[in-house]
Structures are given as C-alpha cells and as structure tokens.
C-alpha cells in the first residue's frame, strides 16, 4: 500500500496536493456523531496539516461533543465549534461523509467554500466536492488520509499514527470484517511501529463503558426481535433504545455504538438491526449484514448510505412503522457474483 501505485487509482491526487500546499488555512469537517474512523482520520489530517505550518480548523455538526469512547485520540486541540469555522473557506476537506448532509449544519460552509476536498470511502457517496479522493475499495477513510498525508511528505508520529489506527481498527471491526486484506495489515503494522498499542487502543474502543450502559444494553437485548421470515429468508434481529431508556441510566447517545455488536451475534438471523432514538426525537438506524444480504442498498432506499454490509439511515417514524419499511427494501440473499464483488 505504501506509494499508492494501488490505492484509488484515478483518484485527483496532483490537484488536492497543489490546493493543500498552496493554502495556509484549512477546514477540515467530518460527519456528524462522528465514530472512529471519521474523528480519528480528521484528528490525524489536522496535525499533519500543523505539521506542515498550515493553520487548521476542525469540527462537525450538533451535537458537538466528542464520544466517551474517542476521547483518548491526540489532536483535539484543533477543534472548534461549528459556529468558529470560517463560514466561507477558501480550502475546506470533508471527511468520511458520504453525502453533504452528512455534515450538519457544517454542509453549508461547505457549500461556501472556494474548494472543497472529499475524502471518502463509502460505496454510497453522492459525487459532491470539487475533488474527489474517494475509493469505496478503502476499508477505511483513515486509509485514504494515510496516502495523503504521506503523499504531503508529513513524518508519521505517534499521535498521527493513533488517528489513523483508531480509524483503522473501528472500521474493520478490529480486523474481523471483509475488508481486512493483506495491506491493511501492512497499514496497522506500519502504525504500531509508529508507536501505536492496539491493546490501549482496543479498551477505549471496545471494552470500557459505564454500568448504566450495561443496564440499557440489557433492557434491549430482553427486548430483542427474531424474525427468521424476514431477509428472503436468512433471517432478521432488531430492537429499540429510546431517549428514555437512556435517561434512565443516565447513558449518552453515544455510548450506544456497540449494541449491534451484541444483537448480530445471533445465529439465526443475516441481518441486525439497532434503532436509536436521539436527543432531538429521531431515529438513527443501524444496520449490519454478515454478508448475504446488501443493506447498503436498503438503506440508501430509506434515504441513508453506507456499505453493502453496514449501512445507517435516519428517520422521524416510530419503529415499528420503520422495521415494516427496512423489511420491504430487504432483497434477500445476494448471489454468489455480488458476494465477490
């Protein structure tokens, strides 16, 4: 993967090289309740860019609070409000969002901006920016931000190494996911030698909450759905968390990020299915595939993206009503040339 003779091949690399170098302030924006991959790629973006003597601003939309779990991730000296980023940049890069939307309220800086670099992997990215360094091949953003940053020339620090390790590993499912290849191997191992502990990093991550997350993620698996109907047949879990039950336990929104993690486990159902109800009333809902199913395509039927096989979308409707609509859009088993592709 090192020297980029593979990744994103055809990508506009030159012109996002020339407008970073020429510039002397940059605005990096992530997607909005940011997890692993996009805070830890912009976190690492925005020291490189330090590093290179440019001044640098980083955000992302309400609720701007960064999750318990990513708290330990170098860099967050640089982040600002969404309301202190230039309201028109003259260089602005979006990171890990597949669409504009996907930027809050932060999309309409975007909109202003004199240029705008889109650094993405998701196979649902919606064409925005100007440039475009977008490879849905990438198992992560953070592998796109690698190439970039040592295309820059920027050394690899520890603290830079951490960003995209953390990214790394959260979009990989910690290296369990298809899209562990050989060269994301190569990728984790370059970082650790950059001084990176994947076991400190996998407790921050993975196993640390609080004991009130413990008793809403107990609430929802008691409360968990099987029907082994649905997914043409392979099988569907879901259940629900409302603002409610996490008020409950006194439980942030984002500490939620790993209950799907729990309900896909089951046997019996291809797809899981967590429905969280945020602070404002709606619903973000996940979804995760084991791989005969693409719920990437649903999702982006219900109006959100992602991947063929974890994708999300947001709604006002009330869960059932929702479940009744994700179930429709569910194709049933891929066939064995989609699985490859």
Not at 52 to 75: E, H, I, N, T, W
Not at 159 to 173: E, Q
Not at 322 to 333: E, K, N, V
Request: charged letters at 25%; proline letters at 5%; hydrophobic letters at 45%.
């Amino acid at each position: 993967m090192s020297g980029g003779e593979i990744l994103g091949r055809g990508l506009e690399w030159d012109r996002a090289l020339q407008l970073i170098e020429a510039a002397d302030e940059v605005c990096l924006a992530c997607h909005v309740a940011p997890d692993g991959d996009a805070l830890g790629s912009m976190l690492a973006l925005a020291q490189a860019l330090r590093d290179l003597g440019k001044r640098c601003y980083a955000s992302f939309g309400q609720p701007f609070a960064v999750p318990a779990s990513l708290r330990f991730l170098p860099g967050q000296d640089l982040l600002v409000e969404p309301g202190g980023m230039p309201a028109a940049p003259t260089l602005m890069i979006t990171l890990d969002a597949a669409a504009v939307d996907r930027l809050g309220p932060l999309a309409e800086n975007a909109a202003r901006a004199g240029e705008l670099i889109v650094v993405d992997h998701h196979a649902s990215n919606t064409g925005f920016g100007g440039v475009r360094l977008v490879d849905p091949d990438a198992a992560a953003t953070s592998v796109l931000v690698d190439e970039l940053i040592r295309r820059l020339g920027v050394r690899l620090t520890s603290d830079i190494a951490l960003g995209l390790y953390a990214g790394l590993a959260s979009d990989t499912g910690s290296f369990k996911y298809p899209c562990t290849t050989p060269e994301v191997h190569e990728l984790a191992a370059r970082l650790i030698d950059a001084g990176v502990r994947p076991d400190a990093v996998g407790h921050e991550l993975w196993d640390r909450a609080p004991f009130g997350y413990l008793q809403v993620l107990a609430g929802a698996l008691g409360r968990a759905r099987l029907e082994r109907d649905a997914a043409g047949g392979l099988g569907l879990v879901w259940t629900a968390i409302t603002r409610a039950d996490r008020d409950a336990q006194g439980v942030p929104y984002d500490q939620l990020e790993g209950v799907i993690d729990q309900l896909r486990r089951a046997d019996e159902a291809e797809v899981a299915v967590v429905l969280k109800e945020t602070d404002e009333g709606s619903w973000y809902v996940s979804t995760r595939s084991k791989g005969r199913v693409d719920v990437g395509r649903a999702c982006v039927e219900l109006g959100g993206g992602g991947h063929r096989l974890a994708a999300a979308f947001t709604t006002t409707a009330e869960p059932a009503e929702t479940i009744d609509r994700l179930r429709a859009a569910l194709r049933g088993p891929l066939n064995d040339a989609e699985i490859s592709a």
